[in-house]
Each structure stands twice: as C-alpha cells, then as structure tokens.
C-alpha cells in the first residue's frame, strides 16, 4: 500500500517562512503530479501548486512569487517552501499525489491519493 505523510505546518508571523513536505511510502513506480491543495476556514479546497511528471510547474495566481514547489524524485516526496506569509494563507494544506502507478506483491495498482493535511497559520 502507498501512504503520504505531510509534515511541516505551524504557526508563524506574518512574513515568515513554513516548509511543508509530503513524502509516498511503498514501492512506486511512477507518479504522475504532485500537487498542492490548501483549504481556508470556511472555504473551498483550492490548487496552490502543481507539479506534472513532466517537471512542468503551476501555482496560484495568489502564491505566485512567495510559494516555489519542488521535488525529490528518487524519495517521492514534493515540498513547498511559503515565504512572505499572509495572514490569508492560513488553511489546512494537503498533498495530492495523481495516479501513482504501483505493486503490492504481483498485483499493479494505479491509484489516486490525498495526504492527511497540515495546518498553516498566519498572525498578523
């Protein structure tokens, strides 16, 4: 079976800096996006940050140029480094890991999966 496990969250200042990681277990074979996801208070899930398997990269029109994705293949694992926090960036943050191509033991699998969330929150 495959699991994400984020870590990363807290509580920090306005202008501050959070690092968020979220990284697959199991034995993949190949992932086809990463992406980030955050929900407010109140709010809708909304795309922060997406990373394709082609290396291709995208984000929110509201994190762009304070947010950067990045990513370790070789650990499956993705990050989003959140500089010149806002008070408006405090939500629950969720991984998403698009059509990860896996076995368990001789039996291929390609599923979708969600991590557990993290919370981010911005003092003003």
């Known amino acids: 079976q495959v699991q994400l496990v984020e870590s990363g969250g807290g509580l920090v200042q306005a202008g501050g800096s959070l690092r968020l990681s979220c990284a697959a277990s199991?034995?993949?074979?190949?992932?086809?996006?990463m992406e980030w996801y955050r929900q407010p208070p109140g709010k809708q899930r909304e795309l922060v940050a997406g990373f394709t398997r082609s290396g291709n990269t995208n984000y929110a029109d509201s994190v762009k140029g304070r947010f950067t994705i990045s990513r370790d293949s070789n650990k499956n694992t993705v990050y989003l480094q959140m500089d010149s926090l806002k008070p408006e960036d405090t939500a629950f943050y969720y991984c998403?890991?698009?059509?990860?191509?896996?076995?368990?033991?001789?039996?291929?699998?390609?599923?979708?999966?969600w991590g557990q969330g993290t919370q981010v929150t911005v003092s003003s």
């Open positions: 998403y890991f698009d059509r990860v191509r896996y076995y368990v033991g001789s039996t291929y699998y390609i599923k979708d999966y």
């Open positions: 199991g034995i993949i074979l190949s992932i086809n996006a």
